[in-house]
């Protein structure tokens, strides 16, 4: 039995672990498993490697992925994957367990159509967009790594009374402002789930430092996080708002961050650790179970597809999981409904 | 509407999120929000204090309890509830918020029963053994110190090739031990709710030696991760295994490393800021709507008692926590059945 | 003795063991120590609050200042330093310790000149740019927390094969740059101590780029430090590279990280905790001393100044440290020769 | 040229920078640069590995070291160290070096007087107590691990108006506790280089908990550090201290910590990256200039030996370095005494 684990699409703090878990998992069963370099990139020209325990020994506590990850241009078209197909038969896989975001998953079910061997995907996306899973690997680790920016963030503007306004990713998804909006003490949460006009934005926006800075304001700074997909720049933002400071927080600054690459590394925490290893568990018993074409969701919150061994783990048909990522991405989800009303009731727990 | 809010018992990172959301979710409504210091103790002397914003600015990231904690002999006698009865009606409060763990919880049911005011509970317990509760505040925060210490001592455990034994919190309950070994890629997990003999568990450790650091060993470390509910001693196991490592591990040294109180402080987690806030504001929705004698707990497994607005919380009546905290401890409770069973997948994820 | 401590300009890690040491070991000397709020816009309000135990207990370890900080316009002009002496003596003042970078410790000089009371400087800056200074308060967490942030890039660089340029403070200083460069194994550091035309800068990136990430390149991934002061803008830098990159490392791209305010804030590190306590304590001995005019080097590479009871710590006259701070500036200074040599040396560590 | 890199004795954070600097500045001189497994040990079974460019990309951030390290009998006798000149020369190494702390160096000298080859120490303990060095490789990592530690205490000792015995690593050498209880603001630090009688010691800690938790205290937590080598033992002072409590500090507790082998690992701090580099780099430009039976000094308070290239490092004869030692941990060195007199000033400092 030969099996191949492959990382995907944006790196992501947790991948690490669910290569080691699938290793020794594997050989324990006796299995030769096989790590898939860079991608599909890699996939199309057949580069493995072998994957004893001195190579993932120690490799949980890493960020990024050891096997590499890159994009692929060529897996989009029916070339390429029929080239991908001939790969998996000529190297004699019988198993591949893709890791990765919504694209990695795409990619994975249109290969699942072909049969070339059993196919798994876990869900890796720090955006945590992804469709019939709970928390993706990665997340926690990034929620922690924007907070942590947000205390430093805040121990400068509280010396100075300044308003930041902190723009983390989350192009289609605003989960990640949302966490960590509320354990950084945020004093707005904007996000793409909810798109007012730039007009309300500012008003809003206004009455936040107004409250936090202004004459009779009740805080030593103002914390401002933006999720990357809001229509209205960071940038415009800033400048729409410095022009009314005078009047709305006399003597105070507002500036902008923009949290880059910085958030996407990191060694993972102990949940995406946990995650990471239970998922790829997960994935050794679905290949065992001859599953094929699901994706296993953590925490999945909705509980659909087939229940595992794990509480935490169920098994969804990977074409139930692109089919709900689209309607979370296009906000005909029902969760992006109870998201948005999540977040009012996040904006009065926060007494914005 | 005079709302107080007491942390009693062992503290956990999370505490101060709790206080901080239900001061200013209650300053917001036009309650006055004060805090009882270092819990029932303080609450027989009537010791309260005032939270307005600037005392709650910036204390979520605070490990420990702005309020304190003690405990209170006294307030385990009904002479020293009568006397806490006394002080809330002299006082004034309306409802009473009390966070902490199974004995702080339990003391809220006694009061409760005698109605001097709404009372809610909320589950802080870095053990995380509390019923009807998936995940307690403070559990996330610890879990991370451990793995963090573990990643430590394996640093100088690979350079020498040496065995650890760590052990961590946990009477009753192995569930940090589960998620830190898990995390830390332990070589061996030990807890209470399976207790073997001492003969039963020296073999097995020798197996985990002979595996990982014997002449044919697969590893530069064996790290092993004991609850403190296992019967046999650290102490006695080391002394044990050192017995054998000649035959076992030539050249191999034993150690054991206890993380005591380290484990208990410091900033909380996102995860611990996060389910503090939600849990505290829980709490306040709580009080508008008049719930009394209850705790909510954070992704209850069962999904017992009653939903609240938060998907991720409900509300459970105190004496229902407290009679499957009782199983939980006592072994009864299917949870522990679920947890064993998960261990043994553990064990094989570990490939020990 | 009325002895009060101010920190003005950019906040840094440290300040608050300053403020800290300053009340406890006053206090103990029965001195009346007093905190000026927000630098010298406070001082000339007369804006002080009284230091007793309880307010600077546990401070140490907390980023920012407490005491906050403010630019101020009024105090560069003759009239504003006026009012300052005249609030000095209202306020009954003996001693003043200013806490801060160059701009605040030019005021303390002007303001000595008058002869208000004792007047002592503290350096802090985290661009490490004082003269007679070896490391200012606020360097060494600066320089751990851009570390940390290349270690989280690296991570997503390597699983990508990928190039980043990131930015850290220091316009006229490369000190940061040149430290973290050398702790992060970056692949170049270019700091503004060194000004190569554009074109010299560019060709010299490209042989980094291909002797990283050529075909037959050695890393995983190439990492650029880049300090604020290079004339060239990292932008315009990104812009010329990737033009080159089809041919230096083909499938590679290049990105920018610009790493802000994050770099200010933040709980200090031990060494900045210890640096800003002996600081402290050096000023209180230099108040006790009678000197006045002075700024307390830590670790003076030139050791100029006087001695003190300090091993590490020598006071200079703030008429030399500024004069010296011009030098290391306009690049006159033979500290900053010797700086660029050890660059030369750090490029052969790295083997550039 | 081949030049050989060991580490040996207890591993320290920033032994792998060193590994790492000595081969890449190696290979770009054109060197043979090969590693000696597991120290002494590996040196006497000729244990050598390559070291490569892949093999040493990314190392600086680990903790502990890739080459292992081990205690050796053998290379204490001289039949053992005429095996370790045997294979050295049958090896064809020109140069060793040598990075570990007392003994290692030791043996080092005494490797010397044979002339093998060139023979350059490199200091690294965490504990400090390396004659003519300031800051051996380790001590600036294991003072943040102290002080993160020590802040976890403080805020459980906080919550529960606590004290705490903090015992850190320290045999002969009180450096780690005295920066760490600086750094922590600890209530009284105890160290062997003065050691008073247990009465005397138990007289001034009750002051102490008087000071902090009596009825008219001024903290809410008392934190003692402890160095190991202080003559009375932890338990016994707890014990002693426990006895008067509840006159002392009536209602208080005090609880025993000890800091064991988490304190040597961690990734290594920007500084101890830094200095591991540097010194590494060093020992190349040592090993160019024909430096023999030396070892490179950071930051050399005395300012002894020889002055090399870099401001912070000098060039100390082996020899020397061994009797500033003895003279260290037979308190004859007038460094104990500066250092004796340091302690009272932070005494005075803290307001003891």
Redesign the interface.
């Known amino acids: 039995m030969r099996v191949a684990v492959l990382?995907s699409g944006?790196?992501a703090?947790g991948m690490n672990g669910v290569i080691?878990?699938i290793a020794?998992?594997g050989?324990?069963r006796g299995w030769d498993v096989v790590g898939v370099r860079?991608g599909y990139d890699g996939l199309l020209r057949g580069d493995v490697i072998p994957l004893p325990?001195?190579v993932v020994?120690?490799i949980?506590?890493?960020?990024?992925?050891i096997l590499?990850?890159?994009r692929c241009a060529a897996f989009g078209r029916p070339e390429g994957r029929a080239e991908a197909v001939a790969q998996i038969r000529r190297l004699g896989i019988d198993a591949l367990v893709v890791v990765g975001g919504n694209g990695s998953l795409t990619g994975a079910h249109l290969l699942a159509a072909d049969r070339p061997c059993r196919i798994v995907g876990l869900p890796a996306s720090i955006d945590n967009d992804i469709g019939h899973c709970g928390l993706a690997i990665g997340v926690?680790t990034a929620?922690?790594?924007?907070?942590e920016?947000c205390?430093?963030?805040?121990?400068?503007?509280?010396?100075?009374?300044r308003a930041?306004i902190v723009e983390v990713m989350g192009r289609h998804c605003g989960f990640l402002a949302m966490?960590?909006g509320?354990?950084?003490?945020a004093d707005a949460i904007l996000y793409s789930e909810r798109q007012p006009s730039e007009d309300e934005l500012v008003d809003r926006l206004r009455t936040v430092l107004r409250r936090c800075l202004g004459p009779e304001g009740?805080?030593?700074r103002a914390l401002i996080i933006k999720a990357e997909g809001v229509a209205v720049s960071t940038a415009r933002l800033v400048e729409r708002l410095q022009q009314h400071l005078h009047e709305d927080a006399p003597?105070v600054d507002i500036?902008p961050?923009?949290?880059?690459?910085?958030?996407?590394?990191?060694?993972p925490?102990?949940?995406d650790?946990?995650v990471g290893?239970?998922l790829?568990?997960g994935a050794?018993l679905a290949v065992d179970a001859g599953l094929h074409d699901v994706m296993l969701g953590w925490d999945v919150?909705e509980l659909v597809g087939r229940e595992t061994?794990?509480?935490y783990i169920r098994a969804v048909p990977l074409a139930d999981v692109l089919a709900e990522t689209r309607r979370l991405l296009d906000g005909t989800s029902p969760l992006v409904r109870?998201r948005i009303e999540?977040l009012r009731?996040v904006e009065?727990?926060?007494?914005l």
């Open positions: 990382t944006g790196d703090p080691r878990t020794v998992a050989i324990a860079r325990f001195d020994d120690g949980t506590r890493i960020g990024g992925t590499g990850s890159a926690d929620v922690n790594t924007i907070v920016a205390d430093r963030i805040s121990d400068t503007a509280r010396a100075h009374r930041f966490r960590a509320i354990a950084a003490e009740r805080h030593k003597g500036r961050t923009i949290l880059g690459h910085v958030v996407r590394g990191g060694n925490s102990a949940m650790r946990l290893q239970r790829g568990y050794v919150p061994a794990d509480p109870k999540l009731q009065d727990l926060l007494a």
